[in-house]
Structure formats: structure tokens, C-alpha cells
């Protein structure tokens, strides 16, 4: 497999082609954005922690049933995936109130939400990715009715094994975003799933362990990704 020329270039992963056309880099870079791009800072070891914590990630999502696009990791930073034409709607579930949900409602930080809560969000950084429902996703043609139940099934599915992974290395899973697209006509899961994109607390100090230490300036950063990963059996290469 040969990488070809830069698709694009996120704020914190590249995409590149490769000889196969069905097939794409993902390159996780140390670049870490936060309030739509307008934090910006390159962390160390970010890219490689990030890829090797999804690679594990995703293998486990794989092995309980989920279609997701991830084939392989190829080295430190790259991951190879299957190219899918990306759904713009992000899906978020929490488990316990926190961030935008406390801002928006005024509920409590850390209150148990029964049930767990499932939100639409447009993938538009202009528009400052907009909260949308169904109707509206379905009205402008961002996705069907059956790929958004498709999505939803998923993302709880996604909900159940990892609420039961991280439980195992005494961690909450507060909440999380998750992106898919289409491949041969079907939902499956993409993007990644790292600490950059949902919140992990301990459960027994709920310490923040997630990007909110970026967001909230509180320091340790990678240093909390690491042992994250550490507590739920990733290993990560000395770099
Ligand atoms: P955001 O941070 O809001 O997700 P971004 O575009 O800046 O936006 P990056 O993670 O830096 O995010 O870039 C990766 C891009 O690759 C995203 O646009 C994502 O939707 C897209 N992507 C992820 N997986 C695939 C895939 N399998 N096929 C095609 N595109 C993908
Ligand atoms: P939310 O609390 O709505 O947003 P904020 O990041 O402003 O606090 O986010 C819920 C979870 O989903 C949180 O773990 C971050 C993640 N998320 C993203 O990573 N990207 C996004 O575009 C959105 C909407 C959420």
C-alpha cells in the first residue's frame, strides 16, 4: 500500500489517498484545537497517542458487531481506513451532564442522566456546528431517516461496550461524539474515537481525563490520554 497525495488536512488529522481507491491515511497530527479552531496548540506525542488509542479502540468496536472503516495502523501516527463518503451530522451521547448540555440547560455538572441523551450536531465549522434534529437533517439532505436511525443504533451500541471498557479501568464515559459515513451503500462508523473527542472522568475522584484539561487549561494533557490508555490495556510505543 502506497500513500499518494494530501485530500485534506483537518485541524488535527491529514487524509491521504493511496494506490488503492477504496483505501485512506489517516494521519493524526500532534495539532489540538479547541472553541472551533480558535485554541490552537501542538501537543507532543498527541498524533501517536491518539491513533494507537483509536487503533485499539476501533479493534474493539469490531469485535462486539460494529461496522467501522478502520483496517490497520501502519506506524506511530497513520491508520489505514476504508474511504467512505462522509455523513455531515456528528452524533453525541451523554451519560452524565456535562460541557455544552450544562451551558445550554443550566443542569448540574456531573448529574446521571436517565436515559443517556442522543444529539444532532451539523459538521459545519463555519456555522459553529449547529445543534440540528432529525427533521432538519432529513428536510436539507444531510441524511436519511433510515441512515440516521442506522446512526443512532450504532451509536448507542458503541455506548454499551465502551461504558463496560473504560468501567474496567475505573473510568466514566461522561459523554462522546461520533462520526460515520457511507461504504457500499452502508453506515459505518469513521473518524476516531480518542479522549479529543469525548470525556473521561475517574470514577472515583472524577478527575478530568480528557480534552477538557486543553479546553480548561488545566495542564497534563497527553499525560492523562496516556493513562487513560494505560487503564483500559492500550500500549503505547516508546517514542
Ligand atoms: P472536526 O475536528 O470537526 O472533526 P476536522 O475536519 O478539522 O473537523 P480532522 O479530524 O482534523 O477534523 O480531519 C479528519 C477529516 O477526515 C474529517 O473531516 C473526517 O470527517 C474525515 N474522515 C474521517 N474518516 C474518514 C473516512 N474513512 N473517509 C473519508 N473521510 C474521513
Ligand atoms: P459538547 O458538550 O456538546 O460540546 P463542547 O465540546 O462544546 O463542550 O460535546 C459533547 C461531547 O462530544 C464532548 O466529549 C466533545 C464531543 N464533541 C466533539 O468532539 N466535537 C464536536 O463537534 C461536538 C459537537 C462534540
Redesign the pocket.
Known amino acids: 500500500m502506497e500513500k499518494r497525495q494530501e485530500l485534506?488536512?483537518?485541524?488535527?488529522?491529514?487524509?491521504y489517498t493511496t494506490d488503492a481507491p477504496d483505501l485512506?491515511v489517516?494521519e493524526f497530527?500532534d495539532d489540538t484545537?479547541a472553541f472551533d479552531?480558535k485554541r490552537k496548540e501542538a501537543l507532543a506525542r498527541k498524533g501517536m497517542v491518539n491513533n494507537v488509542f483509536n487503533a485499539f479502540i476501533m479493534e474493539r468496536l469490531e469485535d462486539a458487531g460494529i461496522p467501522t472503516?478502520f483496517e490497520k495502523r501502519l506506524s506511530n501516527t497513520e491508520s489505514l481506513?476504508?474511504?467512505?463518503?462522509?455523513i455531515p451530522v456528528?452524533c453525541v451521547v451523554r451519560n452524565i451532564a456535562a460541557g455544552g448540555l450544562v451551558k445550554r440547560l443550566g443542569v448540574e455538572e456531573g448529574a446521571t442522566l436517565t436515559p443517556s441523551t442522543f444529539e444532532l450536531f451539523l459538521?459545519d465549522?463555519d456555522r459553529g456546528?449547529p445543534m440540528i434534529n432529525e427533521s432538519l437533517a432529513e428536510t436539507f439532505g444531510w441524511a436519511t431517516p433510515e441512515q440516521l436511525a442506522r446512526m443512532k443504533e450504532l451509536t448507542f451500541k458503541v455506548n454499551h461496550v465502551l461504558k463496560q471498557l473504560f468501567a474496567g479501568g475505573d473510568l466514566l464515559l461522561v459523554d462522546y461524539k461520533l462520526?460515520f459515513?457511507l461504504?457500499d451503500g452502508k453506515v459505518i462508523l469513521?473518524?476516531?474515537f480518542s479522549p479529543d473527542?469525548c470525556r473521561l472522568w475517574d470514577a472515583h475522584t472524577r478527575e478530568k481525563l480528557d480534552k477538557d484539561r486543553f479546553r480548561q487549561g488545566l495542564g497534563g494533557v497527553i499525560e492523562a490520554y496516556e493513562e487513560v490508555g494505560r487503564r483500559i490495556g492500550v500500549t503505547f510505543p516508546e517514542v
Not at 8 to 15: C, D, I, L, N
Open positions: 485534506y488536512a483537518g485541524k488535527a488529522k491529514s487524509v485512506l489517516l497530527r484545537s479552531g472503516h481506513v476504508k474511504k467512505m463518503q462522509m456528528e459538521k465549522d456546528d462520526e459515513g461504504y469513521g473518524d476516531e473527542g
